[in-house]
């Protein structure tokens, strides 16, 4: 199979389950998604950050502040992605910003985003080789990305892994665009502040980076949240870390996070462990890529909800997959040297798609 025909077919499923979905609840927006949405509807529809409106009517609920309005703890790192679309939508609709034109619009943002980054992954597989191919059908169809990328979309899971991806390719120019790549880490941790640690990977270029234009970038895409929290909440201290929320540094859940039976990462998406042994054994060269990953399921474990609520697999996870992408790649090449038959190899990373698809339908009519 050629890349383009792959690719091609993933753009075609990816929209067709988002669209399909869609129609089928009539809304995009649920869960967490109303909170990220919040964000996105108070800021250009009334022009401010009170969320008692779009909680009515959205079904939401958070803590009331001193200043009588509701809180937000959620990111709005989202909500800055869709604003583009968003707006070219309120302009031909002309309406209150809640109707399926919106919400079906911002959702299709964030498959978009998806199909984004997994394109860019495929940048640093610049040989197209077999490998390569069936790491990204395997990111594509074998991990919770499909579920977060094409299903619960209006969500911060599908944008991490947008700019993770984009962050992971920048490095790979050269000369590296340090500015732009600060602007994409700035967003990135702007979304969710775990993914923060992504900053390790510019250790190897510490000595000849321009710091200026790195840390310029970061602060750029960062203040958008430092100045919406301290609006909301009168103080820059996280707005988790303040409701009571925080970590456990001593008495870490790793098992629960990795083979719990509700959303087990190891257990509901075994190709995460797959491309972390890729990544073990090439070590020397992704050293610091399995310290992310390992810091990440750390920082989960510690977490005061580690179990990460109703999440498929574990939703806290999707910004490592490029990271896991490079860990099936080196993988798959290595049971290739092992296993002559290329067919037993497709087939196995088909079984593992099938087995994911069917574990997200399970999921789907028991939530």
């Given at each position: 199979m050629k890349l383009r025909t792959l690719f091609v077919s993933i753009v075609c499923v990816y929209l067709l389950v988002n669209v399909s979905h869609a129609a089928f609840l009539g809304k995009t927006v649920y869960g967490d998604g109303v909170y990220y949405f919040s964000w996105l509807r108070s800021l250009i529809i009334e022009h401010n950050i009170n969320f008692e409106s779009e909680y009515n009517r959205l079904g939401g609920n958070q803590p009331y502040l001193y200043t009588k309005i509701p809180s937000n703890k959620y990111s709005i790192g989202p909500a800055l992605l869709w604003t583009p679309n968003y707006l070219i939508v309120h302009r031909l609709v002309h309406s209150d910003g809640y109707t399926f034109p919106y919400q079906i619009t911002i959702s299709i943002t964030s498959v978009c985003a998806t199909l984004f980054g997994l394109l860019m992954l495929t940048r640093l597989s610049p040989k197209r080789s077999h490998e390569s191919l069936i790491a990204l059908l395997l990111i594509a169809y074998g991990t919770n990305l499909f579920f977060y990328?094409?299903?619960?979309t209006v969500n911060s899971h599908a944008v991490t892994f947008f700019w993770a991806s984009v962050y992971i390719v920048l490095l790979t120019i050269k000369p590296i665009p340090w500015f732009a790549t600060g602007l994409v880490l700035g967003a990135l941790s702007a979304t969710r502040l775990q993914d923060i640690l992504y900053i390790l990977l510019i250790v190897p270029h510490i000595h000849t980076m321009d710091k200026k234009s790195f840390f310029s970038g970061i602060i750029l895409t960062l203040t958008p949240q430092i100045i919406v929290w301290y609006l909301l909440y009168g103080s820059l201290?996280?707005?988790?870390?303040?409701?009571?929320?925080?970590?456990?540094?001593?008495?870490?859940?790793?098992?629960?996070?990795?083979?719990?039976?509700?959303?087990?990462?190891?257990?509901?998406?075994?190709?995460?462990?797959?491309?972390?042994?890729g990544l073990w054994y090439k070590r020397k060269k992704y050293f610091l890529h399995l310290i992310i990953i390992l810091l990440q399921i750390y920082l989960v474990s510690t977490w005061s909800t580690w179990w990460q609520g109703e999440s498929f697999s574990g939703r806290m996870f999707v910004s490592i997959l490029p990271l896991i992408y490079l860990g099936l790649v080196e993988g798959v090449n290595k049971f290739s040297k092992t296993i002559s038959s290329s067919k037993t190899i497709n087939l196995f990373a088909l079984s593992l798609c099938v087995i994911n698809t069917l574990l997200i339908i399970s999921f789907l009519l028991l939530h």
């Amino acid at each position: 199979m050629k890349l383009r025909t792959l690719f091609v077919s993933i753009v075609c499923v990816y929209l067709l389950v988002n669209v399909s979905h869609a129609a089928f609840l009539g809304k995009t927006v649920y869960g967490d998604g109303v909170y990220y949405f919040s964000w996105l509807r108070s800021l250009i529809i009334e022009h401010n950050i009170n969320f008692e409106s779009e909680y009515n009517r959205l079904g939401g609920n958070q803590p009331y502040l001193y200043t009588k309005i509701p809180s937000n703890k959620y990111s709005i790192g989202p909500a800055l992605l869709w604003t583009p679309n968003y707006l070219i939508v309120h302009r031909l609709v002309h309406s209150d910003g809640y109707t399926f034109p919106y919400q079906i619009t911002i959702s299709i943002t964030s498959v978009c985003a998806t199909l984004f980054g997994l394109l860019m992954l495929t940048r640093l597989s610049p040989k197209r080789s077999h490998e390569s191919l069936i790491a990204l059908l395997l990111i594509a169809y074998g991990t919770n990305l499909f579920f977060y990328g094409s299903i619960d979309t209006v969500n911060s899971h599908a944008v991490t892994f947008f700019w993770a991806s984009v962050y992971i390719v920048l490095l790979t120019i050269k000369p590296i665009p340090w500015f732009a790549t600060g602007l994409v880490l700035g967003a990135l941790s702007a979304t969710r502040l775990q993914d923060i640690l992504y900053i390790l990977l510019i250790v190897p270029h510490i000595h000849t980076m321009d710091k200026k234009s790195f840390f310029s970038g970061i602060i750029l895409t960062l203040t958008p949240q430092i100045i919406v929290w301290y609006l909301l909440y009168g103080s820059l201290m996280n707005p988790y870390l303040r409701g009571g929320e925080g970590f456990s540094i001593f008495s870490p859940h790793i098992l629960g996070v990795l083979f719990g039976k509700t959303s087990g990462l190891f257990l509901w998406t075994p190709v995460v462990l797959l491309g972390m042994y890729g990544l073990w054994y090439k070590r020397k060269k992704y050293f610091l890529h399995l310290i992310i990953i390992l810091l990440q399921i750390y920082l989960v474990s510690t977490w005061s909800t580690w179990w990460q609520g109703e999440s498929f697999s574990g939703r806290m996870f999707v910004s490592i997959l490029p990271l896991i992408y490079l860990g099936l790649v080196e993988g798959v090449n290595k049971f290739s040297k092992t296993i002559s038959s290329s067919k037993t190899i497709n087939l196995f990373a088909l079984s593992l798609c099938v087995i994911n698809t069917l574990l997200i339908i399970s999921f789907l009519l028991l939530h």
